[in-house]
């Protein structure tokens, strides 16, 4: 590599553009270089005059990005560095393995299927007091979450532990030559991500490359496939190379595993030891045999120290919850850790999701960090200034000790009792608030306070969900079509707010609404994305103008009416048209212009010149049903007659689209220009070719309040419809058919989930309670009730009571809190 590429191994890495917010980054920004990848929906090259105004001056970029526009572009920036590559991911990668070149320390590698990044946080926890330990943030094991997580590396730290996840074959390789782990753990294989891979073995096999240079490899050789490629593929690279595997089924291996409940004993060549496991459900036990023959592979560890590093741990949750606060606030729950780079990535969320007027953090002491006290605040402080934060609240000894490195109007507080007890709660108000700290502190108890308290049902929504969903059709239609979201009915019942400031920081291309009102809703809420409004009533023109909303017009009176409003206005013209989208009925017979009709719409469009066709769709009547294909296939040749008409009239191409979710599944070859996404982001598949590629969103869950023993002969409820012919045990939810659990599910027509457990309805529904059978299931009053999510899809649901998914979705009344949650980063 190039000197000028190499000196770029001190600058603080940027590869997204949104991690850059105000007029500053982390680091100052003349010490920040922006990587402008080309990816299949983003390309960072378009986001290189909005960096630079924001400071960045150093950019590595991609020769086969630079079109002779965008070279002339770059001379308007003449005080930047800009370096040609080949691929900016690549040099990004070679830099990393360059970083990592530097240090002699032991590094742990962790792949397999399941468990790498709970291996690698309880691992983390375990060694703490031993080693200054870094690690990939979350589960940052991405080819490119790997080299941000290995720069992280500096010569405060003793011991790195890093994880690695791949999709597709070949993908090891430059992973391997950024981790380049001296000890290998290998967790589980199992079926996830098999698509990109044509055989288990292939896939093991790929995987194992991690470790072509490590001296140390562990791996439960219970996997016998794991055990037969290790032994195949590393014993010829590196003979070496020691193995330490253990096993729970007595099989050959150097440490013999057995358990009885919480009771685990590990003998291994040197010692025996027996210790009591702090969670005993079979992947969590797996996981602490792996972190438990590490440490005792690192160093020879006693019971007793082991024992008490054991009590120490806590369960790994990677949820960061975004909650409905007290005083008008939203609360952003994030107690998972409190690394710098998760922080960075909180705060990320927080810019993502803000749709408050203020900004409110409230930290814990950075534990472990491997950093200088002093630097680590100082940066600290810096990434809070970098993201605009109003009011800082710092909880601890050791950030306490470091307020000098704060704005003058921080607060801060010993302990997590001295601040609930002195600190006015209520003095936070219309605020986004970021609760971050390390598991020690016991923030929940801060949240506890701020969070403003739920009836017993909550309809949770999973937000990595969304975001996969939204990654699966975006695939599915490729770079080339737009998108445009349906976000109508509160986003399907999931909270339109939240839902749309996901898909703007995802950069989708357009949303569309009902109505006026819930249009203007999501400007306030910060949504700057063009919207359209598929039922623009002429009194709400003006609102429509106000807030930059975009009409969708189907028939003469209401396109004479909007161009007679716009020309009124005056404010557009011929080189400033106002946009509207134009409907098309090819067959459903609801709005639209018919084709024939589409003639006379040109001729009156000439006459107004400050309006323009932006788009023009229509829509399918049965694109989720195979019975309909013909038809469907009659709608698409009636809309392309009618747009090639239209076109030819106006003179110009407005965007074309047809497709929803389950048009997109079935009728690739029709996405035109852009596609309209609705349920299927939601979680329901509905052509139900590809049931299984898109992931639930949202569970449904509620409480029981009640339960007794009713005889047989009793009856349940309203009407005495619920008569028992077994004497059983009845339970009381709180929810009802005014919550959206809907009436006819009554009956045992439907069922709950109940700790595992489907227990049917009894009796009737009522308004606001509703009485299940839970004799055969374990269950005691105050229980979690799943109505619908995971375990008990919403397809099912509808399909009990026939009828479709989408009504059940947006039946769930507003009543209902949302609570909205990530998994993962
Ligand atoms: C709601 C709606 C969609 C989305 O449909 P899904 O089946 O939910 O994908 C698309 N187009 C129009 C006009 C709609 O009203």
Redesign the pocket.
């Known amino acids: 590599m190039t000197t000028q590429v190499l000196q770029l191994d001190n600058f603080q890495w940027i590869t997204d553009s949104r991690q850059v917010i105000g007029n500053a980054t982390n680091a100052p920004a003349d010490q920040s270089v922006f990587f402008a990848i080309q990816g299949e929906h983003h390309d960072g090259h378009e986001f290189i005059g909005e960096l630079y105004r924001k400071g960045i001056r150093h950019f590595v970029v991609e020769r086969t990005a630079l079109t002779p526009n965008r070279r002339a572009d770059l001379l308007n920036y003449p005080d930047a560095q800009f370096v040609e590559v080949d691929s900016s991911l690549q040099t990004l990668q070679e830099l990393a393995a360059a970083h990592r070149r530097l240090f002699r320390i032991p590094v742990v590698g962790i792949t397999g299927s399941n468990g790498k990044t709970i291996v690698k946080e309880w691992l983390a926890q375990l060694l703490a007091d031993d080693f200054a330990v870094v690690k990939s943030p979350k589960s940052y094991n991405s080819q490119l979450g790997v080299p941000l997580s290995v720069h992280e590396l500096n010569d405060t730290h003793t011991l790195g532990i890093f994880e690695a996840g791949i999709s597709r074959p070949h993908e090891m390789q430059a992973l391997e030559a950024i981790i380049r782990p001296t000890i290998g753990i290998f967790t589980t294989i199992g079926t996830a991500h098999d698509e990109g891979f044509r055989t288990r073995k292939q896939k093991i096999a790929e995987k194992l490359r991690l470790f072509i240079h490590a001296n140390t490899l562990i791996y439960c050789n219970d996997y016998a496939e794991i055990d037969e490629e290790a032994n195949l593929l590393l014993k010829a690279v590196n003979a070496d190379m020691r193995f330490i595997t253990w096993s729970l089924t007595g099989k050959k291996a150097v440490y013999q595993v057995e358990r009885q409940q919480d009771r685990l004993t590990l003998r291994g060549p040197a010692t025996t030891v027996t210790l009591t496991l702090p969670f005993t459900d079979p992947a969590s036990v797996d996981n602490l045999i792996h972190c438990l023959v590490t440490m005792l592979t690192i160093r020879a560890y006693d019971a007793d120290t082991l024992q008490s590093r054991l009590n120490r741990l806590r369960p790994v949750s990677m949820r960061l919850e975004l909650k409905e606060g007290i005083n008008n606030c939203v609360l952003i729950d994030d107690s998972y850790n409190n690394d710098v780079v998760g922080l960075q990535l909180a705060l990320r969320f927080l810019n993502q999701q803000s749709s408050r007027d203020k900004r409110v953090v409230i930290l814990s002491d950075v534990l472990q960090s491997g950093q200088r006290e002093a630097d680590l605040y100082e940066q600290v402080a810096r990434l809070l200034q970098a993201n605009d934060i109003d009011q800082f609240i710092g909880i601890g000894p050791v950030l306490s000790h470091n307020r000098h490195f704060f704005a003058s109007t921080s607060q801060f507080f010993a302990t997590t009792d001295e601040f609930l007890t002195n600190f006015p709660i209520n003095s936070l108000h219309d605020s986004d608030v970021l609760v971050k700290g390390a598991r020690p502190f016991s923030f929940e108890r801060i949240v506890n306070r701020l969070q403003r308290k739920v009836h017993g049902t909550v309809l949770e929504i999973n937000l990595d969900a969304l975001t996969h969903n939204l990654n699966y059709y975006r695939e599915r239609v490729g770079a080339d079509t737009k998108l445009m979201v349906?976000v109508?009915a509160f986003a399907y019942g999931s909270g339109s707010a939240e839902v749309a400031q996901l898909l703007q920081f995802h950069r989708v291309d357009y949303l569309a609404v009902a109505y006026a009102d819930e249009g203007v809703s999501l400007r306030q809420n910060g949504i700057d994305l063009p919207i359209m409004v598929?039922n623009p009533a002429p009194e709400t023109f003006a609102t429509l103008v106000e807030f930059g909303l975009e009409p969708e017009l189907y028939s003469m009176r209401l396109l004479r009416e909007w161009s007679d409003f716009i020309d009124k206005n005056g404010q557009r013209s011929a080189e400033n048209p106002y946009p509207f989208h134009l409907k098309v009925d090819t067959g459903m017979h609801r709005l639209g212009f018919l084709e024939d009709e589409i003639p006379a719409v040109v001729e009156y469009l000439k006459g107004y010149p400050q309006v323009r066709v932006a788009t023009v769709f229509s829509?399918l009547v049965g694109a989720d049903d195979a019975q309909f294909n013909a038809f469907s296939v009659h709608q698409y040749d009636t809309f392309l007659r009618a747009t090639a008409v239209l076109e030819a009239g106006l003179g110009y191409k407005p965007i074309r689209h047809l497709l929803?979710?389950?048009g997109i599944v079935r009728f690739p070859d029709y996405r035109l220009d852009m596609v309209?996404?609705?349920?299927?982001l939601y979680g329901v598949e509905?052509s139900q070719i590809e049931k299984d590629a898109v992931r639930s969103v949202g569970t449904l869950h509620t409480v029981i309040s009640q339960i007794k023993t009713i005889p047989a002969g009793e009856s349940v409820g309203y009407s005495r419809r619920g008569v028992l012919d077994h004497d059983a045990r009845i339970a009381t939810l709180a929810i009802g058919y005014a919550d959206g659990f809907d009436r006819r599910l009554g009956n045992g027509v439907g069922s709950v989930w109940v700790n595992g457990t489907r227990c049917p309805t009894v009796g009737n529904i009522c308004m606001d309670m509703t009485m299940i059978n839970v004799t055969n299931a374990s269950a005691a009053e105050g229980d979690d009730v799943i109505i619908f999510g995971n375990e008990l899809r919403i397809t099912e649901l509808a399909q009990q009571i026939g009828t479709i998914p989408y009504e059940i979705l947006t039946g769930v009344s507003e009543r209902v809190k949302r609570v909205f949650y990530k998994e993962g980063n």
């Open positions: 349906m109508k598929m829509h929803n979710s389950a309209r996404l609705g349920i299927g509905s």
